[in-house]
Nanobody
Framework: EVQLVESGGGLVQAGGSLRLSCAVSGFSFDDYGIGWFRQAAGKEREGVSCMRASDFSTYYAESVKGRFTFSSDGAKNTVYLQMNSLKPEDTAVYYC??????????????????WGQGTQVTVSS
């Protein structure tokens, strides 16, 4: 059974940093890839970052490029999203997501089949 458990969210002032974690079980992100998404209140869920298994390349939404960094620790079966220079518009519930089979994943929800429960990030101005 695939399980994705996010943690690390919280309340931070604008300009601050947070590191989100996603603990993975029943799944190999090195073989399948994995992604981060977020959903702000009243808005559609949007892709933030992902890592493709084919070459471990990482991708970012334009809105977070240069501020967010994806990383992973295979020994801990955990992926991370380091978020720096946070802005109020980064406020959202953040989710990690995984595909059910190896595929060329991107920042579209349709590429993913499994989702974590999410962790709230709130950035105050």
């Amino acid at each position: 059974e695939v399980q994705l458990v996010e943690s690390g969210g919280g309340l931070v002032q604008a300009g601050g940093s947070l590191r989100l974690s996603c603990a993975v079980s029943g799944f190999s992100f090195d073989d399948y890839g994995i992604g981060w998404f977020r959903q702000a209140a009243g808005k559609e869920r949007e892709g933030v970052s992902c890592m493709r298994a084919s070459d471990f390349s990482t991708y970012y939404a334009e809105s977070v490029k240069g501020r967010f960094t994806f990383s992973s620790d295979g020994a801990k079966n955990t992926v991370y999203l380091q978020m720096n220079s946070l802005k109020p518009e980064d406020t959202a519930v953040y989710y990690c997501a995984a595909p059910a089979m190896p595929r060329r994943i991107g920042l579209e929800q349709r590429d993913y089949d499994y989702w974590g429960q999410g962790t709230q990030v709130t950035v105050s101005s």
